[in-house]
T-cell receptor
Framework: DGGITQSPKYLFRKEGQNVTLSCEQNLNHDAMYWYRQDPGQGLRLIYYSQIVNDFQKGDIAEGYSVSREKKESFPLTVTSAQKNPTAFYLC??????????FGDGTRLSIL | SQQGEEDPQALSIQEGENATMNCSYKTSINNLQWYRQNSGRGLVHLILIRSNEREKHSGRLRVTLDTSKKSSSLLITASRAADTASYFCATDLTLTENSGGSNYKLTFGKGTLLTVNP
């Protein structure tokens, strides 16, 4: 079945460590997005990509980096510069004119 | 910044009752979308209403849009325990547009937590 796969489901980061969250889609969508969700809050956009080899900062990009080398993949790296990384991270993709399809998220915590 | 704001923040009803959630936004939109999120899961798209539409139905869902008041409502009729979830409205900002369609980004509200008691 087509969909979006995020891994891992749970991730723990040590102080000063960079960690990478995986997002893969087989929906043939051009656009992909990364969101951060804090408890009781809505989603905030970290980065988005409209096409391969191109991406743009969202509203809260500081401390994060992304790459888009393949249409199917949009990994997010949480760097040591992100001082408050504990959150639920959601990846989404969309076709032109269509709604966004979401993965089941990665919950990141600090050790 | 969060464009959409849902109201109420939490709603608790009995099975079989109707649930109404409201969303207000600040700037002009192309479309407004409603999503559902079960605890610990990703969001699932429910319905999209375009700015030139006033009402849309999908099964037990009814969405209205009033662009003059910059508000939308989501009505779930004959609610079930399985409807328990958080519901978010999202407004869009077009990034690029051509004859092939448009890419856009969404701005989400903080959501309404709906609890349906059996």
């Amino acid at each position: 079945d087509g969909g979006i796969t995020q891994s891992p489901k749970y991730l723990f980061r040590k102080e000063g460590q960079n960690v990478t969250l995986s997002c893969e889609q087989n929906l043939n969508h051009d656009a992909m997005y990364w969101y951060r969700q804090d408890p009781g809050q809505g989603l905030r956009l970290i980065y988005y990509s409209q096409i391969v080899n191109d991406f743009q900062k969202g509203d809260i990009a500081e401390g994060y980096s992304v790459s888009r080398e393949k249409k199917e993949s949009f990994p997010l790296t949480v760097t040591s510069a992100q001082k408050n990384p504990t959150a639920f991270y959601l990846c989404a993709s969309s076709s032109r004119w269509g709604p966004q399809h979401f993965g089941d998220g990665t919950r990141l915590s600090i050790l | 910044s969060q464009q959409g704001e849902e109201d109420p923040q939490a709603l608790s009803i009995q099975e079989g009752e109707n649930a109404t959630m409201n969303c207000s936004y600040k700037t002009s939109i192309n479309n407004l979308q409603w999503y559902r999120q079960n605890s610990g899961r990703g969001l699932v798209h429910l319905i999209l209403i375009r700015s030139n539409e006033r009402e849309k139905h999908s099964g037990r869902l009814r969405v209205t849009l009033d662009t003059s008041k910059k508000s939308s409502s989501l009505l779930i009729t004959a609610s079930r325990a399985a409807d328990t979830a958080s519901y978010f409205c999202a407004t869009d900002l077009t990034l690029t547009e051509n004859s092939g369609g448009s890419n856009y980004k969404l701005t989400f509200g903080k959501g309404t937590l709906l609890t349906v008691n059996p």
